[in-house]
């Protein structure tokens, strides 16, 4: 078939048959343009969301429930799901639609962000969720975290530097008999955070990882990969961004600060 064809009629197959897409191209063509860090109460799916800036929630409706990044089978009625960077609760709402009766940890490490969670949790009635107003990390000493408005804060974001309180991943799993899903978006922690529970992943069953590479550090994609390859898992690695001429066009240009981020999706074979 004529690929011109065949990439049309992908996207009208896919306008009809998923209505999450119709949804996205609705929020994209309502407040795509609107200006960014404006809160916003949305109404989505059946649920109202307080949203502190539109075009990283359409960004994250378009990942999370359009291409079901975080989807995961599991014979077990009620399982456990440890969403490290739970933001305002997007992955949450799409992990009790997948899973009602799961029980879930949720860490976000931003105060006002935080809040924003515990808002649109309580709103919307959704329970069997502890959130965690604290940064995943290698230790509960605390650690300095650069903070942003909606998505992006991180260790290594110079701007808004403040200490914030911090969790030993490595406890949570260590308390853990299964651990159905372990979700990390944290922003540029996940391989510091991995290396010290690389022991004690053996009772996790699936992992989503978004690696973040900083211009001016370490890449160590090789480390991570290992530590997967090590625990027993398979992995699928897709880019964050699609990007022209990589060998030119060496910055993420959303991110100037970073040159590389990948989505990894692990699941355990042994």
Same mark, same amino acid.
């Given at each position: 078939m004529n690929l011109?064809?065949? /990439? $049309?009629?992908?996207?009208?197959?896919?306008?009809f048959t998923n209505p999450n897409y119709r949804k996205?191209?609705?929020l994209a063509f309502l407040y795509g343009n609107r200006k960014r860090y404006k809160h916003k109460k949305l109404s989505i799916l059946g649920?109202?969301?307080?949203?502190?800036?539109?075009?990283? *929630?359409?960004?994250? /409706?378009k990942e999370i429930f359009v291409e079901e990044y975080y989807r995961f089978d599991s014979v077990n009625k009620t399982p456990v799901i440890l969403d490290c960077g739970a933001n305002i609760? $997007?992955?949450?709402?799409?992990?009790?639609?997948?899973?009602?009766? !799961?029980?879930?940890?949720?860490?976000?490490?931003n105060p006002d962000i935080a809040k924003i969670l515990k808002e649109n949790?309580?709103? +919307?009635?959704? $329970?069997?969720?502890? &959130? &965690?107003?604290? !940064? &995943?990390?290698?230790?509960?000493e605390g650690i300095e975290f650069g903070l942003e408005a909606s998505? !992006?804060?991180?260790?290594?974001?110079?701007?808004?530097k403040t200490k914030v309180p911090s969790v030993r991943l490595k406890d949570y799993l260590v308390k853990k008999n299964n651990i159905d899903m372990l979700k990390m978006d944290i922003e540029g922690a996940e391989l510091e955070v991995l290396k010290d529970c690389k022991? =004690?992943?053996? +009772?996790?069953a699936n992992m989503f990882i978004e *690696?973040?590479?900083?211009?001016?550090?370490?890449?160590?994609?090789?480390?991570?990969? $290992?530590?997967?390859?090590?625990?027993?898992?398979?992995?699928?690695?897709? !880019?964050?961004?699609?990007?022209?001429?990589?060998?030119?066009?060496?910055?993420?240009?959303? =991110?100037?600060?970073?040159?590389l981020q990948l989505n990894i999706f692990a699941y355990r074979t042994k």
């Open positions: 011109f064809f065949q /990439f $049309t009629l992908f996207g009208i197959y896919k306008f996205l191209l609705w649920y109202v969301l307080h949203v502190p800036d539109c075009r990283s *929630f359409i960004w994250q /409706f609760g $997007t992955s949450v709402i799409y992990f009790k639609k997948l899973y009602p009766n !799961a029980r879930i940890i949720a860490f976000e490490a949790l309580d709103t +919307n009635k959704i $329970t069997d969720v502890d &959130v &965690v107003e604290k !940064a &995943v990390w290698m230790n509960d998505d !992006a804060s991180s260790i290594y974001k110079e701007e808004n022991d =004690n992943l053996s +009772n996790v *690696f973040h590479s900083y211009l001016m550090r370490e890449q160590n994609l090789g480390e991570l990969i $290992t530590i997967l390859e090590k625990n027993g898992f398979r992995y699928y690695v897709k !880019a964050n961004d699609d990007r022209n001429k990589p060998l030119v066009n060496r910055k993420i240009k959303s =991110n100037p600060e970073m040159d």
